[in-house]
């Protein structure tokens, strides 16, 4: 499979099951076997902004920490050895939510490779919004099959 950058949400999908609408990554800039960028527009139209909060939305933290999953799922999914494998959310260890995340953000995700010890890979993962740290959080990933 030859990889192209920047990788539009066609190309996310042949990597990562998610679907809308729960596939939370526009797009993939930066991508090599070690770190992954990618990116999320908070849109007005998004379905839970509705309820969370009515007059003043705002993009869940627990969202924020599965689209930096699913942009860590990329990095670990695009190998070789796991195409067409299932990589499941297994934990999260030292979240840190810093900024709010309102309709019209642009969500930068970055997520860095630290280690992998059998069927699990872990990595640190960080959100900005307009260079401000919104969430930042350890993540392990699990790798079925």
């Known amino acids: ?8 949400q066609t ?7 998610h ?5 939370l990554v526009d797009r993939i800039t930066e ?6 960028v990618g990116w999320k527009l908070v849109r007005p139209e998004e379905p839970y902004l509705a309820g969370h909060f009515p007059g003043n939305p705002i993009m869940p933290g627990v969202l924020m920490l599965e689209a930096l999953a699913q942009t860590m799922g990329v ?13 499941y959310f297994a934990s999260m260890n030292n979240v840190r ?17 630290i280690k992998e010890k059998t069927k699990f890979y872990i990595a640190q993962g960080r959100a900005t919004v307009n260079d401000k ?3 930042e959080a350890e993540l392990m990933l699990f790798m079925a099959q």
Do not use: N, Q, S, W
């Not at 499979?1 to 539009?8: A, F, H, I, S």
């Not at 679907?19 to 596939?23: H, S």
């Not at 309102?102 to 970055?110: K, S, W």
């Open 1 to 8: 499979m030859t990889l192209k950058l920047p990788m539009d």
């Open 11 to 17: 190309a996310i999908k042949t990597i990562i099951p």
């Open 19 to 23: 679907r809308d609408p729960f596939l």
């Open 31 to 36: 991508l090599d076997a070690h770190r992954v």
């Open 75 to 87: 990095m670990v999914l695009v190998r070789p050895e796991h195409r067409g494998k299932l990589g």
């Open 97 to 113: 939510f810093r900024e709010l995340v309102r309709p019209g953000d642009e969500l930068r995700m970055e997520v860095t490779y």
């Open 133 to 135: 740290l919104a969430c």
